[in-house]
């Protein structure tokens, strides 16, 4: 009998053990694990994934590209109402709330990849891995802060321990770009081995990251020239760092089995909502740019250009004629191009008084190998990337061509930069890009945005973001009013 008790006894406590296990297995989420358990390398897909896809590519570009008239907003739908400044679209909280919470996400995870680098943590002495986790956080960074201006930084990104972070004004969040691009600098020149395929931008090559940080901090020194017109000899040995470096353009390649279409495909294709603007199309054919083959399509058969602000052809449903890149979810997406780091050398040394004829013809060639490559229906455009040297020929070498130039190899899918540009040099008082949108001024003032609002997540449960948005009345209004601290605003 007392065998019998003792066995019982002892399966009671097997069982009892086993299940244990079993919930303790059950309460792992082996799918999530958490931060400290993962390798920094295997955060960096995700992050270039993320910057690529989300903020480089997603709302912000779409919207934008009506404001900056590179693309017509159409479908009648959001960007409908955004081609015919109806403010209550764009100046709404939720309406970027995902690119703004998808970016802090990527610069969380990129700044826990900074911290497993630091002494005594998982990564450190990995130099690859911490200056590419410092390159990408700059880049995000510097996106995040262009379309918002003050932004939460030095105090955020520390998840629950800090829910309500200050905001930091864009002068000093611009000296962090700056360190974060020395840092990465600095750990690239040292190099290594670390991250290998896991980089799914450059497969681990050093050099070419090295040239990215260079490029960046190129461009973000350029946009202070408004603040500083001194700083241009630095841009420009920037740009010649980023060159030396072997470095010919930052973009992802959509389509290599990893990654899924094209983003600007994939919307088109659902949705219609974007389509060939007047703006860029009447600058084209002003120069008989070749380009404009490919720009301009009568995909539909209604052959319809946009023309900024009509309300009628806003509301169409696959009617207007549109880029032929658009039905090509093949198309790598921009994280720098070669041609803006060869527009950048060229537009410093166009202040400065210097020859900046073959830069700006790198940058133009650049341009029409991007447009031949992502063209969807070479058999039919007619477009021979081949022909630009015979177009470049044709064109002034001035600043303003220059500008110009930019803004059409920008088309693309660099939008954000576009719109960059043309903010900077409103504040320099220059106007080299003419909207035509005749609905950029409303009965209340301006419709055109000089920065875009903060995300509803912030602007809900932060006091310090809601305050600087504002209530009542006057909520978002600031966006028309207020340029950022580099285009001369205070905030």
Same mark, same amino acid.
């Given at each position: 009998?007392? =065998?019998?008790?003792?066995?019982?006894?002892?399966? @009671?406590?097997?069982?009892?053990?086993?299940?244990?296990?079993?919930?303790?297995?059950?309460?792992?989420?082996?799918?999530?694990?958490? @931060?400290? #358990?993962?390798?920094?390398? %295997?955060?960096?897909?995700?992050?270039?994934?993320?910057?690529?896809?989300?903020?480089?590519?997603?709302?912000?570009? *779409?919207?934008?590209?009506?404001?900056?008239? !590179?693309?017509?907003?159409?479908?009648?739908?959001?960007?409908?109402?955004?081609?015919?400044?109806?403010?209550?679209?764009?100046?709404?909280?939720?309406?970027?709330?995902?690119? /703004?919470?998808?970016?802090?996400?990527?610069?969380?995870?990129?700044?826990?990849?900074?911290? $497993?680098?630091?002494?005594?943590?998982?990564?450190?002495?990995?130099?690859? =891995?911490?200056?590419?986790?410092?390159?990408?956080?700059?880049?995000? =960074?510097?996106?995040?802060?262009?379309?918002?201006?003050?932004?939460?930084?030095?105090?955020?990104?520390?998840?629950?321990?800090?829910?309500?972070?200050?905001?930091?004004?864009?002068?000093?969040?611009?000296?962090?770009?700056?360190?974060?691009?020395?840092?990465?600098?600095?750990?690239?020149?040292?190099?290594?081995?670390?991250?290998?395929?896991?980089?799914?931008?450059?497969?681990?090559? +050093?050099?070419?990251?090295?040239?990215?940080?260079?490029?960046? $901090?190129?461009?973000?020194?350029?946009?202070?020239? %408004?603040?500083? &017109?001194?700083?241009?000899?630095?841009?420009?040995?920037?740009?010649?760092?980023?060159?030396? #470096?072997?470095?010919?353009?930052?973009?992802?390649?959509?389509?290599?089995?990893?990654?899924?279409?094209?983003?600007?495909?994939?919307?088109? *294709?659902?949705?219609?909502?974007?389509?060939?603007?007047?703006?860029?199309?009447?600058?084209?054919?002003? &120069?008989?740019?070749?380009?404009?083959?490919?720009?301009?399509?009568?995909?539909?058969?209604?052959?319809?250009?946009?023309?900024?602000?009509?309300?009628?052809?806003? $509301?169409?449903? !696959?009617?207007?004629? +549109?880029?032929? /890149?658009?039905?090509?979810?093949?198309?790598?997406?921009?994280?720098?191009?070669?041609?803006?780091?060869? %527009?950048?050398?060229?537009?410093?040394?166009?202040?400065?008084?210097?020859?900046?004829?073959?830069?700006?013809?790198? #940058?133009?060639?650049?341009?029409?190998?991007?447009? #031949?490559?992502?063209?969807?229906?070479?058999?039919?455009?007619?477009?021979?990337?081949?022909?630009?040297?015979?177009?470049?020929?044709?064109?002034?070498?001035?600043?303003?061509?220059?500008?110009?130039?930019?803004?059409?190899?920008?088309?693309?899918?660099?939008?954000?930069?576009?719109?960059?540009?043309?903010?900077?040099? $409103?504040?320099?008082?220059?106007?080299?890009?003419?909207?035509?949108?005749?609905?950029?001024?409303?009965?209340?003032?301006?419709?055109?945005?000089?920065?875009?609002?903060?995300?509803?997540?912030?602007?809900?449960?932060?006091?310090?973001?809601?305050?600087?948005?504002?209530?009542?009345?006057?909520?978002?209004?600031?966006?028309?009013?207020?340029?950022? /601290? *580099?285009?001369?605003?205070?905030?």
């Amino acid at each position: 009998m007392k =065998l019998k008790y003792i066995t019982i006894a002892l399966l @009671a406590i097997m069982f009892t053990s086993c299940s244990e296990d079993l919930m303790d297995r059950i309460n792992t989420d082996n799918a999530n694990p958490p @931060a400290e #358990a993962v390798d920094g390398k %295997f955060v960096i897909p995700g992050a270039i994934m993320s910057s690529a896809f989300n903020t480089i590519s997603g709302n912000y570009a *779409w919207y934008i590209s009506s404001f900056t008239e !590179q693309e017509f907003g159409t479908g009648n739908n959001q960007l409908m109402r955004t081609e015919t400044r109806n403010v209550s679209e764009y100046m709404a909280t939720s309406c970027f709330n995902n690119e /703004w919470n998808d970016t802090y996400a990527t610069l969380r995870g990129l700044k826990e990849v900074i911290d $497993k680098c630091s002494e005594g943590s998982s990564n450190y002495g990995q130099s690859d =891995l911490l200056g590419m986790a410092q390159t990408l956080t700059a880049l995000d =960074l510097g996106i995040l802060t262009d379309l918002h201006g003050d932004i939460p930084y030095s105090e955020a990104l520390q998840g629950m321990d800090n829910l309500q972070p200050k905001l930091d004004s864009q002068e000093s969040i611009y000296q962090a770009i700056f360190k974060l691009l020395d840092d990465a600098i600095a750990n690239l020149q040292e190099g290594g081995d670390n991250v290998g395929e896991s980089d799914i931008l450059f497969g681990g090559d +050093c050099d070419q990251w090295l040239g990215l940080a260079y490029a960046l $901090k190129a461009r973000y020194k350029l946009h202070t020239y %408004f603040r500083n &017109r001194n700083v241009l000899p630095e841009v420009i040995n920037l740009a010649n760092a980023a060159i030396e #470096a072997g470095f010919d353009g930052a973009q992802l390649d959509v389509f290599n089995g990893v990654t899924a279409d094209n983003p600007w495909s994939a919307y088109w *294709w659902s949705r219609y909502y974007t389509g060939s603007s007047t703006t860029v199309d009447d600058l084209m054919l002003e &120069r008989n740019d070749p380009r404009e083959w490919v720009y301009n399509i009568d995909y539909f058969g209604e052959d319809i250009v946009g023309v900024p602000g009509d309300a009628a052809a806003a $509301k169409l449903v !696959q009617a207007v004629n +549109c880029p032929t /890149w658009l039905d090509n979810g093949a198309s790598p997406i921009h994280v720098f191009s070669k041609s803006e780091l060869y %527009f950048i050398l060229a537009e410093a040394k166009a202040r400065l008084g210097q020859d900046a004829s073959e830069d700006m013809a790198t #940058a133009i060639e650049a341009s029409f190998e991007d447009y #031949a490559y992502c063209d969807a229906y070479p058999e039919y455009t007619e477009f021979d990337p081949g022909t630009a040297a015979e177009y470049i020929a044709t064109l002034p070498v001035t600043l303003k061509e220059i500008m110009v130039q930019k803004y059409l190899a920008q088309c693309r899918d660099e939008q954000i930069e576009a719109y960059n540009d043309i903010r900077r040099c $409103k504040a320099l008082g220059e106007e080299h890009i003419t909207l035509t949108n005749p609905k950029n001024n409303g009965s209340t003032g301006s419709t055109w945005p000089l920065r875009l609002p903060y995300g509803s997540s912030d602007v809900t449960s932060n006091p310090n973001v809601s305050a600087a948005f504002g209530t009542g009345n006057e909520a978002g209004r600031y966006i028309f009013t207020e340029p950022v /601290w *580099w285009a001369g605003g205070s905030r």
